[in-house]
């Protein structure tokens, strides 16, 4: 089993930054995909960004693509999601996925991850 804990969300004008934080626990990530994904009121979960532990590529969605930074720190079991020059667009609830397989790809697809955060809260005024 995997917990994991998002942290870092709250309120912040259009322009300005924040950084989400993910913990893992329960288990050492050494292989596998993590994935932040986000949801607003009234619309579909949407994917944003994906790392992989070993190698630390990256994959994101073209709306967030120069914004967001996505990093990890393997010894914390931790990853980031660096967002700056925020709109009120990317306001939203955003999920920690982890997919914990071998052969685990860069995907934007929420089945492909095993396990998932409580969220965190981003609203980015005008």
């Known amino acids: 089993q995997v917990q994991l804990v998002e942290s870092g969300g709250g309120l912040v004008q259009a322009g300005g930054s924040l950084r989400l934080s993910c913990a893992a626990s329960?288990?050492?990530?050494?292989?596998?995909?993590m994935g932040w994904f986000r949801q607003a009121p009234g619309k579909e979960r949407e994917f944003v960004a994906a790392?992989?532990?070993?190698?630390?590529?990256?994959y994101y969605a073209d709306s967030v693509k120069g914004r967001f930074t996505m990093s990890s720190d393997n010894a914390k079991n931790t990853v980031y999601l660096q967002m700056n020059s925020l709109k009120p667009e990317d306001t939203a609830v955003y999920y920690c996925?982890?997919?914990?397989?071998?052969?685990?790809?860069?995907?934007?697809?929420?089945?492909?991850?095993?396990?998932w955060g409580q969220g965190t809260q981003v609203t980015v005024s005008s």
């Open positions: 790392i992989r532990w070993s190698g630390g590529s990256t």
């Open positions: 996925a982890a997919d914990v397989s071998r052969f685990a790809v860069l995907t934007a697809t929420p089945t492909a991850y095993d396990y």
């Open positions: 329960g288990r050492t990530l050494r292989s596998g995909t």
